[in-house]
Each structure stands twice: as structure tokens, then as C-alpha cells.
């Protein structure tokens, strides 16, 4: 199977700490994204990083690549409650395969 | 939800019915998708389409059949073949081009039969 597998299942960090959740996979990429599920509801896309890159940005979030080990990573600095939620990465080579998800939970 | 639309939200049958979800887009999106996610997992692809009137089978397709008359339009009959129907249905939808996009989400259809 393709499919991502994130690592941990489940995260518990006070507010202002960072997090941070990491993906590994299993064969090639077009690319990597990184999807955001709040309890009950759908998956919004948070962050796309193509097999050619390495380390991308978008405000608190920054992921990074590495096609060498199969991986990728997370992180959100200076979490906030808001954050709390399920990550999901996807793999996308033809078709989407979606991991098992880290749970995050941050306290306020 | 970013243009996509699912009815209902929630949806109660009996066992040995067939129930159809609804899966709408106004997005002009070539795309779209039915995933399956039960409770604590990850979402595992049933179907998929790239164009109107073709559709592919994914990971998890027995027991369930959609059909691709519109672009806007992905309906999703999950029948009494289907074992555990019982799940957290998603849609989605994105463009197709040979540069790489996201995938945007409907809100869900959470399905239970007894």
C-alpha cells in the first residue's frame, strides 16, 4: 500500500508549545500534502510540498520533504487551542492515499 | 467547504437498503472523489472520477457504485452488498491539470444502518 502513516496517533502540548507530526511513506511521489480535520466535519487542505522541494512555509506551519527516507514533517509553532484537531498527510501519485492521522490536542 | 456540497448530514437506514449520498460541486472542478472514514482512521479511497461519464474503482469499491452524468455531480449508492456500511462518507474534488492540486473537502454524510 501507499499509504502515509503518521507518527504519533496522538499529541498533548500546552498552548505557545510546538508541534510536531511527522509522515513516512511508502513509494513515489508527484507530492505531499498535509490536510487538517476538525471532530465531524471535512479535511481542509493546509499545505502542498512538491517531491522537488524540501522545506516549504505558509505563516506558523512549516513542512518538510525528505524522498531519500520516505518522510515528511509538520510543524506548528506557538499552537494555539484552535489548533486542536486531527492532521492528515496524502500522498498524490495518480491517485490520493491518506494516513492514519495524528490527533493533536492543545490545552489552553 | 470550499464549494462542495453533501445531503444529508446525517442518514439513518435499515439493513438490506440501498441509500444514495448526494455530492455537488460548483466549483468546475474535472475531479472528484468518495472516501470512506470510520471512527479514530484514515480515509480510504472508493471512488473516483476524472471526467464525466468514467469512473475509476479505488481501494475499497465492493459494495458501493457511483455514476458521473454531470461535472458538477458524484453520487454515491453505498447498496446491501456492502458489509459495514456504516461510516463517515466524504466527497471531494479538485482540478486536473498536469501541475498538482488540493483536493477541497465536503462536509461530510455520517451513514448508520441498523
Known amino acids: 500500500s501507499q499509504q502515509g502513516e503518521e507518527d504519533p496517533q496522538a499529541l498533548s502540548i500546552q498552548e505557545g508549545e510546538n508541534a510536531t507530526m511527522n509522515c513516512s511513506y511508502k513509494?513515489?511521489?508527484?507530492?505531499l500534502q498535509w490536510y487538517r480535520q476538525n471532530s465531524g466535519r471535512g479535511l481542509v487542505h493546509l499545505i502542498l510540498?512538491?517531491?522537488?522541494?524540501r522545506e516549504k512555509h505558509s505563516g506558523r506551519l512549516r513542512v518538510t520533504l525528505d524522498t531519500s527516507k520516505k518522510s515528511s514533517s509538520l510543524l506548528i509553532t506557538a499552537s494555539r487551542a484552535a489548533d486542536t484537531a486531527s492532521y492528515f498527510c496524502?500522498?498524490?501519485?495518480?491517485?490520493?492515499?491518506f494516513g492514519s492521522g495524528t490527533k493533536l490536542n492543545v490545552k489552553p | 467547504d470550499g464549494g462542495i456540497t453533501q445531503s444529508p448530514k446525517y442518514l439513518f437506514r435499515k439493513e438490506g437498503q440501498n441509500v444514495t449520498l448526494s455530492c455537488e460541486q460548483n466549483?468546475?472542478?474535472?475531479?472528484m472523489y468518495w472516501y470512506r472514514q470510520d471512527p479514530g482512521q484514515g480515509l480510504r479511497l472508493i471512488y473516483y472520477?476524472?471526467?464525466?461519464?468514467?469512473?475509476q474503482k479505488g481501494d475499497i469499491a465492493e459494495g458501493y457504485s457511483v455514476s458521473r452524468e454531470k461535472k458538477e455531480s458524484f453520487p454515491l449508492t453505498v447498496t446491501s452488498a456492502q458489509k459495514n456500511p456504516t461510516a463517515f462518507y466524504l466527497c471531494?474534488?479538485?482540478?486536473?491539470?498536469?501541475?498538482?492540486?488540493?483536493?477541497?473537502f465536503g462536509p461530510g454524510t455520517r451513514l448508520t444502518v441498523t
Open positions: 466549483l468546475n472542478h474535472d475531479a
Open positions: 472520477s476524472q471526467i464525466v461519464n468514467d469512473f
Open positions: 471531494a474534488s479538485r482540478i486536473v491539470d498536469r501541475d498538482s492540486y488540493e483536493q477541497y
Open positions: 496524502a500522498t498524490d501519485f495518480n491517485k490520493f492515499y
Open positions: 510540498i512538491r517531491s522537488n522541494e
Open positions: 513509494t513515489s511521489i508527484n507530492n
